[in-house]
């Protein structure tokens, strides 16, 4: 499983979040655009933050 992140700016971070606030990934990019592979981790649902261009972006998604 994979989800995709795209921005206008260029994304510098990330992180995955579990409901209970425990980073699951996270890293750096340099990118308008980042698949992130998703199959290790169990199915829930997550946040993803994604700094870019000094603001926080944070959607969620579910992990089926």
């Given at each position: 499983s994979q989800i995709t992140l795209t921005s206008m700016n260029t994304i510098e971070r990330y992180e995955v979040?579990?409901?209970t606030g425990k980073r699951?990934?996270?890293g750096t990019a340099n990118?308008?655009?980042?698949?992130?592979d998703v199959t290790s981790i169990p199915s829930g649902l997550y946040m993803?933050?994604?700094i870019s261009n000094n603001q926080r972006i944070a959607k969620s998604f579910?992990?089926?």
């Open positions: 979040i579990d409901v699951i990934m996270n990118a308008t655009q980042l698949t992130l993803v933050n994604v579910v992990k089926e």
